[in-house]
T-cell receptor, first 116, second 113 residues
Framework: GENVEQHPSTLSVQEGDSAVIKCTYSDSASNYFPWYKQELGKGPQLIIDIRSNVGEKKDQRIAVTLNKTAKHFSLHITETQPEDSAVYFCAAKETMNSGGYQKVTFGTGTKLQVIP | KAGVTQTPRYLIKTRGQQVTLSCSPISGHRSVSWYQQTPGQGLQFLFEYFSETQRNKGNFPGRFSGRQFSNSRSEMNVSTLELGDSALYLC????????????FGSGTQLSVL
């Protein structure tokens, strides 16, 4: 099955600096890579996702890059703000085909702290 | 549109008891997945239901079970609780079976004493 590794487990940055979280996956058949943000006391919320036919995707201060050859993808947050403080999870999923459904496999999470 | 609703928010049980957790998906969403979240293991997939049928199952013992009703609401049950079952149980709904975008509820925090 799929295995997703995520680094670092904790990350502290000064407000205004950039933050980068990296993930690697094992199954070359995985072709959908979402990122979730989990704030204290809440469930994870999808913040950005990328498919394997795209190398980079950006949404305001958040961007995700994907290197299929190396099987790794990264989340980049620029101009960090205190409200970015949360736990971030990467995940990998193989798109369902006629043969069955593949579950989403999550990384172990990165606790991001943005220091004002 | 209301989000995913999980009840209860907190539960305290003792070893050997059983527990039932409830999840109401977003209106129109027909797929419900369950995850166990612990500090050491992250989010671990339990199972997914679609059209009242279990479509996929993670690597959990048979003490963990679930079901889905015709209105897409889902319940999960854990029997003979163990200390290691203490965790946040998250429910996620999605539009259809296998649809990638998951919408999570706030979870049920289960403590087993």
């Amino acid at each position: 099955g799929e295995n997703v590794e995520q680094h670092p487990s904790t990350l502290s940055v000064q407000e205004g600096d950039s933050a980068v979280i990296k993930c690697t996956y094992s199954d070359s058949a995985s072709n959908y890579f979402p990122w979730y943000k989990q704030e204290l006391g809440k469930g994870p919320q999808l913040i950005i996702d990328i498919r394997s036919n795209v190398g980079e995707k950006k949404d305001q201060r958040i961007a995700v890059t994907l290197n299929k050859t190396a099987k790794h993808f990264s989340l980049h947050i620029t101009e960090t703000q205190p409200e970015d403080s949360a736990v971030y999870f990467c995940a990998a999923k193989e798109t369902m085909n006629s043969g069955g459904y593949q579950k989403v496999t999550f990384g172990t999470g990165t606790k991001l702290q943005v220091i004002p | 549109k209301a989000g995913v609703t999980q009840t209860p928010r907190y539960l305290i049980k003792t070893r050997g008891q059983q527990v039932t957790l409830s999840c109401s998906p977003i209106s129109g969403h027909r797929s419900v997945s369950w995850y166990q979240q612990t500090p050491g293991q992250g989010l671990q997939f339990l199972f997914e239901y679609f059209s009242e049928t279990q479509r996929n199952k993670g690597n959990f013992p048979g003490r963990f079970s679930g079901r889905q009703f015709s209105n897409s609401r889902s319940e999960m049950n854990v029997s003979t609780l163990e200390l290691g079952d203490s965790a946040l149980y998250l429910c996620a709904s999605s539009l259809r079976e296998g649809y990638e975008k998951l919408f999570f509820g706030s979870g049920t925090q289960l403590s087993v004493l």
